[in-house]
């Protein structure tokens, strides 16, 4: 079945520092999904990706879709400490099953 | 609008115990889905349900059965509760076709 791997699964970084987390799935996908999940919270969506090497920019978040579907990255600007949670991301293999990935839990260090 | 409502929020079982988590959605989504969460494995999907009266299993459902009569609720059962299946359980809604997904508040479950 389709796996979906982030790396790296923790990062601890400095305020002011950037932050990267990259998605890797073993299929190609229809699209992929970026979500945050704060500390005892739930995932909360973030973002969508559809198209082949597709890049969207959310004020200092920006997301990149792989030329071949089956990879992203979320790349975060001068990390600031509400930038803390996990996160995720998630595979649309056709218009139905929804995999998540594995996650990377981000620590901001003041 | 309440979007995904998800009870109970804690819940401890015995061994061998059987329960329902209960799921509810109001905003007409055709597409469910069932996760747990357990530390360093991120979301594994249990089951999920692209409409009233279809279901399909996910990447780990064994101990675990569902229903979807209705398009709102998707209840969560399970069969004899094992301590492997202490977990936080998170239900989710969207409009089908890997879109924004909406998740219920979680359910954090113990089995001794």
């Known amino acids: 079945g389709q796996q979906v791997m982030q790396i790296p699964q923790y990062q601890h970084v400095q305020e002011g520092e950037d932050f990267t987390t990259y998605c890797n799935s073993s299929t190609t996908l229809s699209n992929i999904q970026w979500y945050k999940q704060r500390p005892g919270g739930h995932p909360v969506f973030l973002i969508q990706?559809?198209?082949?090497?597709e890049v969207k920019k959310q004020k200092r978040l920006t997301f990149q879709f792989g030329e071949a579907k089956k990879n992203s990255s979320l790349h975060i600007t001068a990390t600031q400490t509400t930038d803390v949670g996990t996160y995720f991301c998630a595979g649309a293999e056709g218009y139905q099953k929804v995999t998540f990935g594995t996650g990377t839990k981000l620590q901001v260090i003041p | 609008n309440a979007g995904v409502t998800q009870t109970p929020k804690f819940q401890v079982l015995k061994t061998g115990q059987s329960m329902t988590l209960q799921c509810a959605q109001d905003m007409n989504h055709e597409y469910m889905s069932w996760y747990r969460q357990d530390p360093g494995m991120g979301l594994r999907l249990i089951h999920y349900s692209v409409g009233a009266g279809i279901t399909d299993q996910g990447e780990v459902p064994n101990g675990y059965n569902v229903s979807r009569s209705t398009t709102e609720d998707f209840p969560l059962r399970l069969l004899s509760a094992a301590p492997s299946q202490t977990s936080v359980y998170f239900c989710a809604s969207s409009y089908p076709g890997g879109v924004e997904a909406f998740f219920g508040q979680g359910t954090r479950l113990t089995v001794v």
């Open positions: 990706l559809v198209k082949s090497g």
